[in-house]
């Protein structure tokens, strides 16, 4: 990134938070350290990262690539975005980043190799990330603008790398649209995102494509779900078309560009970084200072409480807690268990119900397609054999389509009623655990966030066999007069349906019970390393309590009286460096 012009004082800035890493380092909380300083490099540097949040398939790419003034970022009908993909202020360029930090340069035209699902699926190349350097305005000097896969995509690994960046996020431009409006993926990423950034941004994309009316009512019913359902005092919501912004930008046409409403979003967004760059790296700071003292002030009364008791005391309540995570840990199984018969009993289902959904399809789509041959004239016998090919995949085509979509209904609701269970019995799980630390420990742990994604069970791969072997008398039959053909592919079209439909549900029931599965896994994964988190945070800091003694022979000065100063100082930090009244802002 590069430093931020203007009147940021980055040592003043970033100096709460290196105090908060040398807390972490002095109680001996390295996990907490290592976040804290990475958040701290960044603010030291200035830099501000702002990320284009939002499901995908919203136009994310495209409102970059209109603010870009060309398209370097991958757009088109299916998800695209695979890896996270940077822009920044600077000559034209890109680079592709490692996870050891090396970089190389590559062309523009080579972005999509490295950061599209097509190209390279759930980043099979393991790319840290892309950066595109772009001749941007002034004001963005120091802003990297963040592209983002997109949540609730058909590839599961693109929702984790969203998740992933989060805490990295200091404001966000949260891209909604009008089909559907909103979905409780979306409003479950958004509690989320609003934990780190200081500011949200909310734009309603392809709003030309809404007649005024509906718009109007969309408007109000995104602003009620915005302020009342995900608590944001208030909002401006952007009504903005990115596909018209861009097409401005190609042209240069500065008219086209402002009646996209893309003007307004850049406008207010260049008043949070430039207008007082100072204020806006503030509140970010301030975001951060009170997500990391909550949970120092937390674990730092747990060691301190542990400290003051005498070791059969500390054993007596180290066994209660120990009890009660045995106990959570069997609910957990038993709550595993009891889920995942559920999922195999969905997964199975599949296997027949695209085909009962199918099958019965058949006649009427031969008897369409005997329609179609019928009123075909003339052509050699390969050309009526290509046309019918193409026929019978856009026929066949729409026909899945409308039983994937009743399938697809069916799977996301009943995975999103086992998420929503396991969800709720982990949120159960860590109140036991509050309850317990509480009781044995007089120590109110902050509250803990529970996340866990389900991947959308939306794939599949619509592909029709080539016709010649085995359904018009192999190749030779192509020499034969196009009427000939025509008759034959008639006299054969209930078989040639039925095969295809047949082939075509085992492909669909098949992708669907591999999706459920996989939704399945990262959903399970994802409770259980929360789950483990958690307690590990804690049997951490109750080790420190346990060597005390130790600690306090090696620095010459009482461990409890060192860990209470600490304390103080996150409070006094704290203090001194929220703003007020921050909140989540919009």
């Not at 040592?11 to 290592?34: C, F, K, Q, T, Y």
């Not at 790419?61 to 998800?79: H, K, R, Y």
């Not at 809404?210 to 608590?231: K, M, N, S, W």
């Amino acid at each position: 990134m590069s430093p931020l012009a203007g009147t940021v004082d980055p040592v003043s800035i970033s100096s709460p938070l290196h105090e908060l890493e040398e807390i972490a380092a002095d109680a001996g909380l390295d996990s907490l350290r290592a976040e804290i300083r990475r958040a701290d490099a960044d603010l030291a540097r200035g830099a501000l990262t702002v990320a284009v949040l939002g499901q995908f398939k919203r136009g994310k790419s495209t409102l970059l690539n209109a603010f870009a003034g060309a398209e370097v970022f991958p757009m088109g009908i299916l998800p695209q975005t695979a890896v996270a993909t940077h822009l920044v202020r600077g000559p034209e360029g890109a680079r592709v980043v490692e996870p050891d930090g090396r970089s190389r340069p590559v062309a523009l035209t080579e972005i999509p190799d490295y950061v599209s699902e097509q190209q390279n699926p759930g980043n099979r190349r393991a790319i840290a990330r892309v950066e595109i350097s772009m001749p941007l305005p002034d004001w963005t000097d120091g802003i990297t603008f963040v592209d983002s896969p997109g949540i609730g995509s058909p590839h599961d690994a693109n929702t984790a790398a969203a998740r992933a960046l989060l805490p990295h996020v200091d404001a966000a431009i949260f891209v909604l649209s009008p089909d559907p409006s909103i979905t409780a993926d979306e409003i479950a990423f958004l509690a989320e995102a609003s934990r780190y950034a200081a500011r949200l941004f909310f734009v309603l994309n392809k709003a030309d494509l809404v007649p005024a009316d509906d718009l109007a009512e969309l408007e109000r019913y995104l602003h009620g779900i915005l302020t009342q359902r995900c608590g944001f005092p208030s909002i401006r919501l952007y009504r903005a078309s990115a596909r018209v912004a861009l097409e401005g930008a190609r042209q240069g046409d500065p008219e086209l560009v402002r009646r996209s409403g893309i003007a307004d979003l850049w406008g207010d967004l260049r008043a949070f970084v430039d207008t007082d760059r100072t204020e806006s790296v503030r509140e970010v700071r301030a975001k951060r200072v009170r997500q990391f003292s909550g949970q120092l002030r937390g674990l730092i009364d747990l060691a301190l409480n542990a400290d003051q008791m005498t070791q059969d005391e500390f054993d007596r309540r180290l066994a209660a807690l120990d009890q009660g995570i045995r106990e959570i840990r069997v609910e957990h199984r038993a709550t595993q268990a009891m889920l995942r018969e559920e999922v195999d009993v969905l997964s199975r289902s599949m296997a027949s119900r695209a085909g009962e959904l199918l099958a019965p399809r058949g006649p009427s789509l031969a008897a369409g397609l005997d329609r179609y041959l019928a009123e075909q004239k003339g052509g050699s016998a390969s050309a009526t054999v290509r046309r019918f090919e193409a026929e019978l995949q856009r026929r066949v085509g729409e026909t899945v389509a409308e039983v994937r979509s009743s399938l697809v209904a069916t799977c996301t609701d009943e995975m999103e009623h086992v998420a929503r269970t396991f969800r709720t019995r982990l949120e159960g799980w860590l109140f036991e655990l509050a309850t317990v630390v509480a009781r044995e420990y007089s120590v109110d742990l902050p509250v803990l966030s529970v996340t866990g994604h389900l991947a959308d069970p939306v794939r599949y791969t619509d592909r029709i066999e080539r016709l010649y072997e085995g359904t018009v008398a192999g190749q030779t039959a192509l020499l034969l007069p196009s009427g000939v053909m025509r008759r034959r592919l008639r006299g054969r079209l209930s078989t040639l349906v039925a095969d295809e439909l047949d082939a075509q549900a085992g492909r669909l029931s098949s992708d669907l019970r591999d999706r459920i599965d996989r939704s399945w896994n990262g959903l399970s994964a994802d409770v259980h390393e929360q789950l483990d988190q958690v307690v590990a945070r804690l049997e951490g800091a109750l080790a420190l309590g346990r060597q005390r003694r130790a600690d306090s022979r090696q620095t010459g000065a009482p461990w409890s009286v060192r860990m209470a100063v600490l304390r103080q100082r996150v409070e006094q930090i704290e203090r001194g460096s929220l703003a007020p009244a921050l909140g989540r802002k919009a």
